[in-house]
């Protein structure tokens, strides 16, 4: 059977389709394959590693490096001038995709015995490698959303895709991990490093896949001359300060990412020693997902209808009654006690059904937000600028992916939380590390019930405070309604076009 031709458009690209959005998702697939284990670290890192006293300070350590690591990568991408094969953002994606193979191990090499001095060093510089890795490859393909396309439908379409994307690489190792991981509530230390490095490679498959299918139309020609005005990176960042859509996504996001984040260490001991059943763990989190599948293939539809702010400030606000439900629990609205969690169990279950809701509204066009953006960049300045603007977002985004957990941490040893509960010969327990003493004698489930009752309800604060900086950044900063995207669209489409008048 012959082959079906390729149908192009007026300029002589392959016309968008179906194969455009499946290779953006990929993309975040393959990010997520190596982002999903970040929500281990924290539980490897104090309960294996024995870390816990110093992991918070480590981790906000290492954001010093994002805050240095972003940027410089991000300006980097906008001033190469370079000429490449295909385009530079793919480029710079495949570099980072070879290393993400390694990088997510670096950060579970298993060596608990050392001197917590040597374990801070190993922690620093596997992150370092992890992080720099990762950035290359994700500061670039958030970029590629502006130049895959500039219909305003095709963005809504590819924003999406990436958001099934990224659940697919959230789901898939949010079900998996707990039962690959595991042993009996116990974080297996060997295990986790061999699946770290197998989810690099699945990464590395699902990036070779993108770069391979995805069709850049809108890559500007670019000018090598001695009047080519030099890329300031001060300006460029001052510009990101005065661009609402940015900040406003970028504060959501920050929300976002200290509800998926910063809670997860919580969750995890919640299910550990509240719940006692870390194995549904992943099943639970699945479950609470069903809301963002049902929305999404509506996405598009609504957009259209309604607008991208206008619906994701409708889910903010399902966030934070979602957040709400999580109370019933910890505040006594219903009746809990040791050992008799099952309704608070169906109650947990259904603030995350709610807080899904809300979260599949906005994840499905924040993608397209953080495009609009772009071009709202562009609108105001005369630069597009897109890998500053969105190394920004990222590094912000990172920095809640990381400081959220910090606090976590810190604020769980202030309430009890502590590593490496070692069950001894006559039964009691020690939280020190003991020579001798195998790492399947931890017992997460040694925390007092007061203990893991607190830290339950810290997961239903972590959730409202991220439900209150989306509605914040979503409703009160960013400032591109239907009205407004349609009437900058109009204006950078005219430029364009007088652009093209002059240069022929």
Request: charged share 15%; net charge neutral.
């Amino acid at each position: 059977m012959a082959k079906k031709p390729v149908q192009l458009d007026a300029n002589g690209h392959r016309k968008f389709g179906i194969r455009d959005s499946l290779a953006y998702a990929a993309g975040d697939l393959g990010c997520n394959m190596s982002f999903a284990l970040k929500g281990t670290m924290a539980i490897f890192w104090t309960q294996v590693m024995g870390m816990s006293a110093w992991y918070s300070i480590l981790l906000i350590i290492v954001q010093v490096w994002d805050a240095i690591n972003d940027p410089i990568i991000g300006t980097m991408i906008d001033a190469d001038n370079r000429k490449y094969k295909r385009n530079k953002f793919l480029q710079y994606i495949f570099v980072g995709s070879i290393g993400l193979i390694v990088g997510g191990a670096c950060v579970f090499i298993p060596v608990p015995s050392l001197h917590p001095i040597a374990k801070a060093i190993i922690f620093i510089a596997g992150y370092v490698v992890w992080d720099a890795f990762y950035t290359i490859a994700n500061v670039p393909y958030g970029s590629l959303l502006s130049l895959i396309s500039s219909d305003p439908s095709d963005r809504a379409s590819l924003s999406a895709w990436r958001s099934i994307g990224g659940m697919l690489g959230n789901m898939l190792p949010m079900v998996l991990l707990p039962i690959l991981i595991y042993d009996n509530n116990v974080l297996n230390p060997t295990k986790t490093f061999i699946t770290a490095f197998i989810m690099g490679i699945l990464g590395f498959i699902c990036f070779m896949f993108m770069i391979k299918n995805t069709e850049i139309r809108v890559e500007k020609e670019i000018a090598l001359n001695e009047d080519q005005p030099k890329f300031n990176v001060f300006k460029a960042m001052g510009n990101f300060l005065k661009n609402r859509p940015a900040m406003g996504a970028t504060i959501a996001a920050m929300g976002m990412f200290i509800g998926m984040q910063g809670a997860t260490t919580a969750v995890t001991v919640t299910f550990q020693s509240y719940f006692k059943n870390t194995a549904i763990s992943g099943i639970v989190s699945m479950f609470a997902m069903l809301p963002i599948i049902i929305f999404t293939p509506l996405a598009r539809k609504m957009v259209k209808k309604y607008g991208k702010k206008e619906l994701s400030v409708i889910g903010s606000i399902a966030y934070i009654a979602g957040a709400l439900i999580l109370f019933a629990g910890p505040i006594g609205i219903i009746p809990v006690s040791e050992g008799n969690t099952t309704i608070d169990l169906i109650v947990y279950v259904v603030g995350q059904l709610v807080c899904a809701l809300g979260l599949g509204i906005y994840s499905t066009v924040s993608w397209e937000m953080m495009g609009d953006a772009i071009d709202y960049n562009e609108w105001k300045t005369g630069n597009r600028e897109e890998g500053i603007v969105y190394s920004l977002h990222s590094f912000f985004r990172k920095l809640a992916q990381g400081v959220g957990p910090a606090v976590a941490v810190a604020i769980m040893t202030t309430l009890g939380y502590v590593n490496n509960a070692y069950m001894l010969e006559d039964g009691t327990y020690s939280h020190t590390l003991i020579e001798g003493i195998p790492f399947d004698a931890i017992d997460p489930s040694a925390f007092s019930w007061d203990v893991s009752s607190k830290i339950r309800m810290l997961v239903a604060i972590l959730y409202l405070v991220a439900g209150i900086m989306q509605f914040v950044g979503l409703g009160l900063v960013y400032n591109l309604d239907k009205k407004t995207l349609a009437q900058m669209n109009d204006e950078l489409d005219a430029r364009h076009a007088s652009d093209v008048a002059e240069k022929a």
